[in-house]
T-cell receptor, first 115, second 112 residues
């Protein structure tokens, strides 16, 4: 399978704990996006990378959230001191920027539950 | 006004019906547009890109109206398997920000 993969698929954690999610994009894609989605809403942009450079972050993104893409391949999203309001589906998507179409392809997501 | 707006529905239609959804956007710098389909508790899957000239893929037709700042999706001869949430996404590709913005989605239920 050469699509976008995410790990873990589900995570249950207690409030105050740190969690880290991983995303492996489609191998030739240079852009990688993180989104958060809650029930009844569309995906909400968090941040994106072009290769290893983090180009934009949502102004709404708390300082507790950090993302990396150290070698321009896989990416990690860390949430520190989780809160119940962080419970959501965290989606990763990748795209090939520069070819002109900007189509994004999503991974299956990591569903986070904070108790 | 939200950047991207969609009627959440649900649109409840019988098999074989034609149904259309609109998605309005506020950023006139937006340059690329897409429709995604999302099944319950699954990831969004790309349905089609929306080109200035419009495009058609089988029973699905997407249109762009830049003057009125909306995109549309038309589904003909609806199937039970078309039941899903349809998300539009708008990408500015100039003006310094390249943040894709999704609508909240329109729910479609096709019944026998």
């Amino acid at each position: 399978d050469t699509g976008v993969s995410q790990d873990p698929r589900h995570k249950i954690t207690k409030r105050g704990q740190n969690v880290t999610f991983r995303c492996d994009p489609i191998s030739e894609h240079n852009r990688l996006y993180w989104y958060r989605q809650t029930l009844g809403q569309g995906p909400e942009f968090l941040t994106y990378f072009q290769n290893e450079a983090q180009l934009e972050k949502s102004r709404l993104l708390s300082d507790r959230f950090s993302a990396e893409r150290p070698k321009g391949s896989f990416s990690t999203l860390e949430i520190q001191r989780t809160e119940q309001g962080d419970s959501a589906m965290y989606l990763c998507a990748s795209s090939l920027y520069g070819v002109g179409t900007y189509e994004q392809y999503f991974g299956p997501g990591t569903r986070l539950t904070v108790t | 006004r939200k950047e991207v707006e969609q009627d959440p529905g649900p649109f409840n239609v019988p098999e074989g019906a034609t149904v259309a959804f609109n998605c309005t956007y506020s950023n006139s710098a937006s340059q690329s547009f897409f429709w995604y389909r999302q099944d319950c508790r699954k990831e969004p899957k790309l349905l089609m890109s929306v080109y200035s000239s419009g495009n058609e893929d089988g029973r699905f037709t997407a249109q762009l109206n830049r003057a009125s700042q909306y995109i549309s999706l038309l589904i003909r001869d609806s199937k039970l398997s078309d039941s899903a949430t349809y998300l539009c996404v708008v990408n500015p590709t100039s003006g310094g920000s390249y943040i894709p913005t999704f609508g909240r989605g329109t729910s479609l239920i096709v019944h026998p």
